[in-house]
């Protein structure tokens, strides 16, 4: 098992910055990758950003140039850096890590982006 916890969210205006980090334990050996989800009210889950254990990254075309992802494996640690936040980036953020054939989620953390 793989127990995942994030931490960061938060209220910020619009323009702002938050990062948010999730740490892994549990049987981390060979997570492959991790990375990040956001259900917004009323909406499906949907892909933010993801990262492997060699760094490669892939991020949504919306987040594109405002978001980073980046990854501590001495920490077992992934984080969300967000930048330029928008009103539409208002959700739940859940990390994710890929063990073998395993996905994991954390509990999410709430990001809520006012105007």
């Known amino acids: 098992q793989v127990q995942l916890v994030e931490s960061g969210g938060g209220l910020v205006q619009a323009g702002g910055s938050l990062r948010l980090s999730c740490a892994a334990s549990g049987t981390i050996f060979s997570i492959n990758i991790m990375g990040w989800y956001r259900q917004a009210p009323g909406k499906q889950r949907e892909f933010v950003a993801r990262i492997t254990s060699d760094g490669t990254t892939n991020l949504a075309d919306s987040v594109k140039g405002r978001f980073s992802i980046s990854r501590d494996n001495g920490k077992n640690s992934v984080y969300l850096q967000m930048n330029s936040l928008k009103p539409e980036d208002t959700a739940v953020y859940y990390c994710?890590?890929?063990?073998?054939?395993?996905?994991?989620w954390g509990q999410g953390t709430q990001v809520t982006v006012s105007s």
């Open positions: 994710n890590a890929v063990r073998g054939p395993m996905g994991y």
